[in-house]
């Protein structure tokens, strides 16, 4: 088994746990590796943190790292997220991190893979390698990152992608879920289940879409779209009719559909249903109120359709979902 050489690219502002994370991570799978195959094995992972004029970063939140200079073809390098202090500041382009876009962009045309953690995913964006690639980052960044850079295909839900050599994550512990991609595909799943158990890492995470919590999300604060989601959210639980909405709005309903989407990009449907689900999620989270009492709350008359809606966009049935969030009755 090749030693596979992996750079983490650290630079000032950079989130540290991202950086060491991944670092401690590969180093254990070395360590189990060691166990596993023997004395006078090779490690598995060469793992260097890199900055471009080698020396200390100062990480946020003050934390100092120290670096190397990059070596000249690492088998992959991974990028970081920076510390964005709002949504907006992610919209501007980076210009403080020119030279390190400027890095990433020459070392994946010299044939290097790249993945970036969380919204390090801006970063590629800018290097340019985004464009015509599908790619994720944390589900509360998502949406900007749709905006700033329209040519790639995001996916909110997804913890982990990858697409011609460029990966992308989820949400800031996404780093150990690259981590142990990294670890399955060159140590193999003896070793990555073995880092599991000890890290307490899980496996299979696929969706972020569980964690979603749309209040924390930007709304519009103005707009013929605002108004049509509160008329809805008053009537979440009652029947969707169109043209009743379409009649309260004074406009037809083809005209109402057109306003919606040119503001939202959505539908007044999908508005409603990820209203009701949200709304499912806290009664699944806060109550004991049983699945057919919560699908008549939200708006649903069959418990089965509603399920399965609850399914295909927290990626969990509601049963699974409350097992896995459900507050202590204290706490509620």
């Given at each position: ?68 200079r ?22 501007k ?15 994946f ?58 990966s992308t ?17 060159t ?78 990009g ?8 990820t ?26 008359t069959?418990?089965a ?28």
């Amino acid at each position: 088994m090749a030693t596979r050489a992996i750079a983490v690219l650290a630079y000032d502002g950079c989130m540290g746990m991202e950086v060491l994370g991944i670092c401690d991570t590969l180093l254990l799978a070395n360590r189990v590796a060691l166990a596993i195959n023997g004395p006078g094995s090779e490690p598995v992972f060469a793992v260097s943190v890199v900055s471009l004029g080698g020396g200390n970063v100062v990480a946020a939140g003050g934390i100092t790292i120290g670096t190397r200079r990059p070596p000249r073809s690492p088998g992959l390098l991974v990028v970081p997220g920076m510390d964005l202090s709002d949504r907006a500041a992610c919209l501007k382009p980076l210009s403080h991190l020119g030279a390190q876009t400027a890095y990433i962009a020459k070392t994946f045309a010299k044939g290097t893979p790249v993945a970036a953690i969380c919204v390090g995913a801006f970063m590629l964006g800018e290097a340019g390698l985004l464009d015509g690639r599908r790619a994720t980052t944390s589900w509360m960044f998502a949406a900007q990152l749709a905006q700033r850079f329209p040519l790639a295909r995001i996916d909110p839900a997804a913890i982990l992608l990858e697409d011609a050599g460029v990966s992308t994550t989820g949400s800031f512990s996404a780093a150990f879920d690259l981590a142990m991609l990294l670890i399955r595909q060159t140590a193999g799943a003896k070793v990555a289940r073995a880092v599991g158990r000890m890290g307490l890492l899980e496996a299979g995470r696929a969706s972020q879409a569980a964690y979603v919590d749309s209040r924390m999300l930007d709304k519009p604060d103005a707009g013929f779209a605002v108004n049509v989601h509160a008329w809805l959210a008053h009537r979440m639980d009652e029947p969707y009719d169109l043209a009743r909405m379409a009649s309260a709005f004074h406009v037809s309903p083809r005209t109402l559909l057109r306003r919606v989407k040119a503001e939202t990009g959505h539908s007044p449907l999908a508005y409603l249903q990820t209203a009701r689900i949200d709304k499912a999620k806290l009664l699944l989270e806060s109550t004991g109120l049983a699945l057919a009492q919560v699908t008549e709350k939200v708006g649903y008359t069959d418990v089965a359709t509603f399920g399965s809606l609850f399914k295909r966009l927290v990626g969990q049935t509601p049963a699974e979902y409350r097992r896995r969030f459900r507050q202590p009755a204290g706490k509620r």
